[in-house]
């Protein structure tokens, strides 16, 4: 059996039933979606309380809530790490959670972890498409 | 809420830690092995990256 037809056995092999669009799209919307689709709940648990606490973390330490069409290419740039929490990021913006600016020391890094929260929800949407596709090992 | 600078490095290390491990490996004894790996690099770096600021200050 050749290199080539070892790896399109072991993609069709390990191919979920799952679309990679969805389960990327789930796990954008809600952290550990994605993975919870695809039959890994403790994946699913782990990366939804990693990702939610540290949004969380940072909404109470007052962080900066990003939002588009300030100006700012700065600020262009947290609101793409903000909107990277999905679900998180809108509930947050409905209820009117976080601040529109720095007000306190602290809050700085408050607007770190929401920032950094959202880009690491991207990672694990991302691993997510990897595993549905077959393109990483379960 | 407030956290101390070392309590918030902590926090962090931890969840991003935690993510990476989970996201970089496919084998869960990988997982873990390589989310320890990197808390242990950012809590190190950090505390590592703070006694350079102190001997520059000083």
Known sequence: MTIATQAATRHAKTKSAVSPAVALFAGWFIPGAGHLLLKKPIRAALLFVSIAAMFAIGIALEGKVYTPNTGDPLDIL?????????????????LDLGHASVQIAIADYGSKFIVVAGLL?????????????????? | MTLTHFSAVLLF?????VVFGITQRSDPKKMVRFGAFC???FVGGT??????MWAIKH
């Open chain 1, 78 to 94: 947290g609101f793409a790490g903000d909107l990277g929490a999905g679900g998180l990021y809108i509930l947050t913006r409905m």
């Open chain 1, 121 to 138: 929800n991207i990672v694990a949407a991302v691993d997510a498409h990897s595993l549905a596709s077959g393109r990483k090992l379960p």
């Open chain 2, 13 to 17: 290390s931890l969840f991003t830690s």
């Open chain 2, 39 to 41: 808390f242990a690099l």
């Open chain 2, 47 to 52: 505390i590592a990256a703070s006694w350079v």
